[in-house]
C-alpha cells in the first residue's frame, strides 16, 4: 500500500504510475486522498491543542483548590466539560476521515517501477530471467478445492 508521504511528497510520480497501471480515475482519487489528509491534519491540530488546553485547566483547578478557591476552580471544571465535548468531536472527526483515506488507500495499487515496459495487456510482457524449466508432472493436478474438500478442510 503507498503512503500518505509518498502520495503528498511525490503526487506526479504517484499518478504517472496509476495512469501506467491504467488505474481509472488516478488524478481524482489522488486529489480526493490529499484533501481528506488536509482536512485530517487540521481536525488533529484541532484535537492537540483541545487536548493542551485541557491539561492545562486541570492543573489549574489542582492549583485553585490547594489555594481554596473552590468557586473559580468549579469555573474551570465547566470549561473542561465543554471542552470534553470538542474532544469527542475532534476524536470522532479524525476517526472517520482516518477510515475514509484507509478505504481510499486500500483500492489505489502500488506503482509500477520506471524500468517496467508499458505493455496494453500481459501478452505483452518481457520475460528477464528464467530459472530452470517448468516442469510438468505426469499425473493430472487437481483443482486446490477438491484437494481441501478431501481434507474436510472446506465446506
Known sequence: MLTIKL???QTERVIKGLEKKHFGNAIETINQVLAL??????AQTS???NLAEAKQLAARIGALMKEG????AEEMKKKVTE???KLAEDEALVTEIDAKIQKIMMIIPNIIDPSVPIGKDDSENVEV????EPVVPEFEIPYHTEIME????ID
Open 7 to 9: 502520495i503528498t511528497e
Open 37 to 42: 489528509d488536509k482536512k485530517r491534519r487540521a
Open 47 to 49: 484535537l492537540d491543542k
Open 69 to 72: 478557591k473552590r468557586e473559580e
Open 83 to 85: 471542552n470534553a465535548a
Open 129 to 132: 530471467q528464467r530459472y530452470g
Open 150 to 153: 478431501k481434507f474436510a478442510g
